[in-house]
């Protein structure tokens, strides 16, 4: 089964602050990763497919990058919406997702 | 519109089969573009993907409960169902139902719903 590890598990910013997330995988993907914004209380929304297309209506502050084992979500300027948890999702093999990043605020 | 709604008992004993059904609506599960899965989430924790199910009745499982876990399509009714025996408190968890694209991304998810496994 494939692993996915992302880092860090929280993270504190402040809005307008660039935020990075990693994913890695225990073995290459062939870039079939999603990335997912979950709100307490709330199903889990798509963000971005096929490691850097974006959902349709998602704000294009959002973007995704990467190759093989290592991925990345990018906010190029966090808006007081995005403070939420963020999860990877590889779907090369079945379905496996990280365990959660925290984005809060600083 | 599209719409998925989970339904079922809110409390299962221990060793008893949990049972949901998600119900469709704005979508034909009988379309071939896509697949159907359900996902869990233990109360504070991450996702696990459980399975999911083409309109065919082909099924594909999480390894780690394939032997516990049954998924089965109704396309009269516009509804899968997800069954999960010999539960214990570790399957206490938020259920979604949620539809798959073709490549694999979930892209539209029900609201979840909280099954506790108690006696």
């Known amino acids: 089964d494939i692993q996915m590890t992302q880092s860090p598990s929280t993270l504190s910013a402040s809005v307008g602050d660039r935020v990075t997330i990693s994913c890695r995988a225990s073995q290459s993907i062939s870039g079939w990763l999603a990335w997912y914004q979950q709100k307490p209380g709330k199903a889990p929304k798509l963000l971005i497919y096929?490691?850097?297309s974006l959902e349709s209506g998602v704000p294009s502050r959002f973007s995704g990058s990467g190759s093989g084992t290592d991925f990345t979500l990018t906010i190029s300027s966090l808006q007081p919406d995005d403070f939420a948890t963020y999860f990877c999702?590889?779907?090369?093999?079945?379905?496996?997702f990280g365990q959660g990043t925290k984005v809060e605020i600083k | 519109q599209l719409h998925l709604q989970e339904s079922g008992p809110g409390l299962v004993k221990p060793s008893e089969t949990l049972s949901l059904t998600c119900t469709v609506s704005g979508v034909s599960v009988n379309s071939g573009s896509y697949y159907w899965g359900w996902i869990r989430q233990p109360p504070g924790k991450g996702l696990e993907w459980i399975g999911t199910v083409y309109y065919t009745g082909s099924t594909y499982y999480n390894s780690s409960l394939k032997s516990r876990v049954t998924i089965s399509v109704d396309t009269s009714k516009n509804q899968y169902s997800l069954n999960l025996k010999s539960v214990t408190a570790a399957d206490t968890a938020v259920y979604y139902c949620a539809r798959r694209a073709l490549m694999g991304e979930f892209e539209y998810w029900g609201q979840g719903t909280l099954v506790t496994v108690s006696s």
């Open positions: 999702q590889q779907y090369h093999s079945d379905s496996t």
């Open positions: 096929k490691t850097s």
